[in-house]
């Protein structure tokens, strides 16, 4: 097992809709919990996932959701270093990918750890060009 992941928006909703990919997920988790490894989600990736939760959800769901990140053991990154943001902006001109993947790729790629996502669309290319190492959900 890697020491650390970062999750993307797609690996946090797999879990918490309990879809495909949520074992994976969720094993993970277990896995911080018993000091295993380490999880991260940039805020940026957390903002994708707490505004989908208001729009399917309601505001009050979205406040536990947060709660209930901040009593896990996902460790949310509220900064952009400076490392970050220029490899971020690198990866989003080369590869036409979302600014929110290109933050979750490069605090992956910043960190050495290896990101869990769904996403092949936005991603697989990426692997293929040894951006990062990426595990995939499903």
């Known amino acids: 097992m890697p020491t650390s992941y970062v999750l993307d928006a797609c690996a946090l909703i797999a879990l918490l809709a309990d879809e495909v990919g949520a074992e994976v997920v ?54 952009l270093s400076d490392q970050v943001f220029r490899l971020a902006g690198r990866l989003k001109a080369q590869y036409r990918i979302s600014l929110a993947d290109a933050i979750a790729l490069s605090v992956t790629h910043n960190l050495g750890a290896c990101l869990l996502s769904s996403d092949h669309h936005e991603f697989e290319p990426l692997q293929e060009a040894r951006e990062a190492e990426i595990r995939w959900i499903r």
């Open 26 to 79: 969720g094993n993970v988790l277990i896995a911080a919990d018993e000091g295993r490894t380490k999880v991260y989600i940039h805020e940026i990736n957390l903002l994708e996932v707490y505004y989908d939760v208001i729009k399917v959800a309601g505001s009050d769901v979205a406040a536990t959701l947060l709660s209930d990140v901040a009593a896990s053991s996902i460790e949310v990154i509220h900064s």
